[in-house]
């Protein structure tokens, strides 16, 4: 069970930053699925936002894919106002949205800088 993939996570105010680098397996997704639950409820029902830096992400097995669809459906179903993903291609936005197709129920956008990202945030009611 060696997980593959690194990863950061913050609290900045209402916002919980995530940062992915390299490649994630199954192991590496459920790690980080874990450490997102544990940040939402912290928010104890409160609504919150995303900001997910996958500029250094470099892809996932299906396995990690499947796990971030499980992972975003129950994402929708908590008190999440918005998300703002930092990618470094369109071909990058696409094969997340092909892979976990809930993102297309969220909130979402997708963006190449941070300062754009946490404008977008910062603009949602």
Excluded at 67 to 78: A, D, N
Excluded at 82 to 103: D, F, G, N, T
């Amino acid at each position: 069970m060696i997980e593959h993939g690194e990863y950061t996570v913050l609290l900045v105010g209402n916002i919980i930053e995530t940062k992915l680098k390299g490649s994630f397996n199954e192991y590496g997704a459920l790690a980080y699925k874990r450490v997102i639950e544990q940040k939402v409820k912290e928010f104890q029902g409160k609504p919150f936002m995303m900001l997910v830096d996958d500029l250094a992400l470099e892809g996932a097995t299906p396995e990690a894919y499947d796990l971030m669809q499980e992972y975003t459906v129950w994402l929708s179903q908590q008190a999440m106002k918005a998300k703002a993903c930092l990618v470094s291609s369109m071909a990058q936005k696409e094969i997340m949205l092909q892979r976990a197709p809930a993102l297309k129920e969220q909130n979402v956008a997708f963006f190449k800088d941070r300062e754009s990202a946490l404008e977008w945030l910062n603009q949602q009611p």
